[in-house]
Structure formats: structure tokens, C-alpha cells
């Protein structure tokens, strides 16, 4: 397998830290499944995968968490990407994720 993308539609949520919010968006979880399957190979800790993500005409690499409790993948949005692309907390934001190192 060369190559592994995924295109979704998630909901914006945000996560309260200690220190500073987390704004995430939550990969549907037959996708999820899917990438768990097929990236036992290049997952790092906490079984993150490393991935190039888009929204709008932004991209950017960072690492995708699983979430026990959601049984799903989480991407983290951060504040550069919310601001360029007017991302805010409970709007829906189509999604591509490619997952690196395959």
C-alpha cells in the first residue's frame, strides 16, 4: 500500500486542558478502524500516526491520537489553521488526511 487518504466530514469540538484548550476533530470510526488496520507498521507512540492534513487550502503535518473513549482517531486543529481557514467550535469542516510513512 502506497498511499492511504481519507476525506471526512467531522464537527470542530474543543477539549478544556490544564493550561490551554485543544480544538479536534474526530475521524469517523469505520475510517478509523481502517487506518488502526492498516498502520500497525508506521504507528508511533500512543499509537499515533503521522500524517499530512488539509482544511480548505490549508495543509499541514501532524500526528493523529487514538481516543479510547471516542474509538476513534482525533486531529488536532491548530490555532494557525483555525484562523486561516475561519474554523470555529461546533461547525462541521471537511477533512483530507494522508497518512505518512508508508
Known amino acids: 500500500m502506497d498511499t492511504l487518504e481519507y476525506e471526512f466530514e467531522g464537527e470542530v469540538w474543543l477539549w478544556s ?6 480544538w479536534f476533530i474526530t475521524m469517523p470510526r469505520d475510517m478509523s478502524d481502517h487506518a488502526q488496520h492498516f498502520t500497525k507498521h508506521v504507528q508511533r507512540g500512543f499509537k499515533s500516526l503521522k ?7 490549508t495543509e499541514w503535518q501532524t500526528s ?3 481516543s ?3 474509538r ?3 486531529l488536532p486543529i491548530k490555532k494557525s489553521i483555525r484562523d486561516a481557514e475561519g474554523v470555529e467550535v461546533g461547525k462541521p469542516q471537511t477533512v483530507k488526511v494522508t497518512v505518512l510513512g508508508l
Open 17 to 22: 486542558g490544564k493550561k490551554t484548550d485543544w
Open 51 to 57: 500524517v499530512n492534513a488539509r482544511i480548505g487550502k
Open 64 to 66: 493523529m491520537f487514538p
Open 68 to 70: 479510547k473513549e471516542r
Open 72 to 74: 476513534s482517531y482525533l
